[in-house]
Each structure stands twice: as structure tokens, then as C-alpha cells.
């Protein structure tokens, strides 16, 4: 029987808590230990799942000697406590987005090369179970040629303090996922954006992703909205998929085939695009946090690819940083 895999998590605020619980959750890996510069957050986590706090992530690695690590610290952080953490020779779930900065991430990527282990970014969205069947079925070709691509990521501005604006913290998600259901690379970007709760960057985007092929995608992003909404709508030739991030459910609108039966002469008149059947699809439903720290562990274990490559985690990166510059100087930013 293989040895279960020993693990650790460095930040339990908002997010690494969710990892702690997720390790104590899974049967093949061990959670060891978490560390946090808040001692009392740490002991109340360590407490919660009997096992080791530390403030010193340094001091927790050394005596702990894990094999895998969730860094979920703040994104100024993530270039020196990955960095130090993948030096010692451990496999890293790095909390997205990669790095504050594209240099910064580059050096990560280069990191994880240099000390032979495996580094994914918490691009959660993808672990969706509603998002992972949207893909196969395009994939398939069940919407036929794809016209437009719809996110809408709105909701509070958050509780936790955010050291970086919507588009780095939100957004990021949604460019991800534009090219990863698709297939499709952004090659052209608009964003009007503005501040209306934080003092210091976007808390509300509104933007332009044009994707090869002709593909458009919409962005409407904010932290404004006072209901939580997570949503994504394809178009293509065959009708439109719904996605809804919260309840995990896909839903087709059929654009329904042949000339659409009407006695109503300007309907009639319209061509291409008329209401057919609403499918609801079964969706197995499965936290997307754990689908992603077990496909991270299938990948340690395995020897396999990262299921987020840092080149894409970089990517998507590097999409929002033009997303904020376009919104700046109210500028269509071409992609090369």
C-alpha cells in the first residue's frame, strides 16, 4: 500500500482554512501541521483537526518535512514563501493568482523547474463539475460554431481585506475560463472599470474579451452587487449553455431547428435564432476545492502534469494586467 502523502498549509485565513479541512477530509493524505503569523488563528485551526500550529512556516516545513503544500498567503508573499517551501523539496497548490507580477510568477515557474516538483495555481473554477461537462460538450461540438461567451462574477465586497483590485482577484478566474472551455486564446481586450467601495483599485469591471475565431466574451465583474452571483453563458449556432458556479447546474436553450411555425408575420420574419427545449443536464455535483487538491495529489503521486500549469496560471496573470491597463487608459489592447 502506498504511504499517504503528509501535508501542510501555510495562511489559514479565508481560503486555507477551506485547504486545511479538505486535507483532513481525504483518506489517502495526512494534514500534519498549518502555520499563519496570526498564532491564535493557527492554534484554532490546528486545534479543529489535532495537529501541529506554527507562526514560522520556515520552522514548520523543517520539522515537519511535508510532501505537499498549500500556500494560500497574501499575493505580495507568494514569490518567497514558494519559492523557500519548493527549495525544500516540496510539491506546491499555490493559491491563485500566481504572483503579484509577471516577473514574479516567471521566477516561480523557473523555481519549480529547477527543484524538480510539482507547482499548480488554484484556479478553482475549473474543478466545476457544471464547468468540466460545459467543456466536453463543446468539445463535441453540441453548439456547433461558438458566438459569444458571457461571465458574470458579481457580489459584497469582501469581508477579508483584498490586497489587490476585482480584476487581479476576480476576474482572473474568468479569463481562465473563457480559454479553457473554449479552447480558444484572447486576442483582443476592452475594459471600462471604476471605483466605488475600494479606495486603492477596481471594484467594478465591465470588458471586452474578443477570442480567436470571432468569439466574443463579456466580462461584468464587481464587488458592488448585494447577492452573490457566479454565472457563464455560451452561445453558439445550436443555442445557449447556462452555467451557474453556486448550484453546479448546466442548462441548454435549444435554438430550435427548421423555420420556427408562427402566425405572427415578424416573427416569421426572422431568421436563424427562434425558443426550443430547456434541458436541464444531471451534474454530479463534488466541491471544486477537493476535485482540485486531488487531482494536485493524483498529479504528485503520478508523476503527472500540475492540473493548473504555472504557464497558464501566468497567463490568465498576465490577461488581467492588460484588463487593468486598458480600463486606465480606456484602451483596446490587441494581444500578440
Not at 523543517?62 to 510532501?67: A, G
Not at 514558494?82 to 493559491?95: F, R, S
Not at 477596481?202 to 466574443?216: F, P, R
Amino acid at each position: 500500500m502506498q504511504a499517504k502523502l503528509k501535508a501542510v498549509v501555510i495562511g489559514v485565513g479565508a481560503m486555507g482554512r477551506n485547504h486545511a479541512r479538505v486535507y483532513a477530509e481525504i483518506q489517502d493524505v495526512t494534514l500534519v501541521a498549518v502555520s499563519d503569523t496570526d498564532q491564535e488563528r493557527a492554534d484554532s485551526i490546528a486545534t479543529q483537526y489535532n495537529v501541529s500550529a506554527y507562526s514560522d512556516y520556515k520552522k514548520m516545513i523543517s520539522e515537519e518535512k511535508p510532501d505537499v503544500v498549500t500556500i494560500a498567503v497574501p499575493t505580495p508573499l507568494h514569490l518567497e514563501v514558494a519559492t523557500y517551501v519548493m527549495e525544500q523539496g516540496c510539491h506546491v497548490l499555490l493559491e491563485k493568482p500566481i504572483a503579484q507580477s509577471i516577473e514574479d510568477g516567471q521566477k516561480l515557474i523557473e523555481a519549480a523547474e529547477k527543484s524538480g516538483v510539482i507547482m499548480t495555481v488554484g484556479h478553482i473554477e475549473r474543478f466545476n463539475p457544471a464547468v468540466q461537462q460545459l467543456k466536453e460538450r463543446l468539445q463535441k461540438n453540441e453548439l456547433g460554431v461558438l458566438h459569444y461567451i458571457e461571465a458574470r462574477r458579481q457580489g459584497p465586497y469582501p469581508s477579508r481585506m483584498s490586497d489587490i483590485g476585482v480584476i487581479i482577484d476576480l476576474a482572473v478566474h474568468d479569463l481562465d475560463i473563457l480559454s479553457f472551455v473554449t479552447g480558444k486564446k484572447i486576442d483582443r481586450l476592452y475594459a471600462e472599470t471604476k471605483q466605488c467601495v475600494s479606495e486603492d483599485s477596481d471594484d467594478i469591471l465591465s470588458g471586452v474579451a474578443h477570442l480567436e475565431g470571432g468569439i466574443v466574451g463579456s466580462l461584468n465583474i464587481n464587488w458592488v452587487t448585494p447577492t452573490k452571483i457566479r454565472e457563464l453563458y455560451v452561445t453558439g449556432e445550436a443555442g445557449t449553455f447556462h452555467v451557474n458556479y453556486i448550484t453546479q447546474d448546466l442548462t441548454f436553450f435549444e435554438n430550435e431547428k427548421g423555420d420556427p411555425s408562427t402566425s405572427w408575420e415578424a416573427m416569421g420574419n426572422l431568421r436563424g435564432v427562434s425558443e426550443g427545449n430547456m434541458i436541464r443536464y444531471k451534474v454530479r455535483k463534488e466541491e471544486p476545492l477537493k476535485a482540485e487538491v486531488n487531482a494536485f495529489l493524483g498529479a504528485v503521486r503520478e508523476g503527472g502534469e500540475p492540473p493548473v500549469k504555472g504557464s497558464c496560471a501566468l497567463e490568465a496573470l498576465r490577461l488581467a494586467g492588460m484588463l487593468v491597463e486598458s480600463g486606465q487608459n480606456c484602451s483596446v489592447i490587441k494581444i500578440t
